[in-house]
């Protein structure tokens, strides 16, 4: 069993900072992806920013030059940090980890964390 878990998030001004983590915690698991989907109210779970399987970071339009994701291998944890935050970027915030657990296929989702941005 792979545990995610996330912190970060909360409410913000338009044109703020904010930053999230994902920490993954378990035994004997091996993570090939992992990143941060969001689903704003209404709305289907999309791509934010992801580490690919390949190693390469990947971001959705919407949030490209504006987020971060980054990581520490070491740790099991990916970072996704968010500037210039807008009102559209509204949004519960879901870490997503892809891999394998004694030696069993896994995809796990975070609980997920609010991210708003208002005035």
């Known amino acids: 069993q792979v545990q995610l878990v996330e912190s970060g998030g909360g409410l913000v001004q338009p044109g703020g900072s904010l930053s999230l983590s994902c920490a993954a915690s378990g035994s004997n698991f091996w993570i090939n992806a992992m990143g941060w989907y969001r689903q704003a109210p209404g709305k289907q779970r999309e791509l934010v920013a992801a580490?690919?399987?390949?190693?390469?970071?990947v971001y959705a339009d919407s949030v490209k030059g504006r987020f971060t994701i980054s990581r520490d291998n070491a740790k099991n944890t990916v970072y996704l940090q968010m500037n210039s935050l807008k009102p559209e970027d509204t949004a519960v915030y879901y870490c997503?980890?892809?891999?394998?657990?004694?030696?069993?296929?896994?995809?796990?989702w975070g609980q997920g964390t609010q991210v708003t941005v208002s005035s």
């Open positions: 997503n980890a892809l891999g394998w657990v004694s030696s069993k296929p896994f995809d796990y």
């Open positions: 580490f690919t399987r390949g190693g390469s970071a």
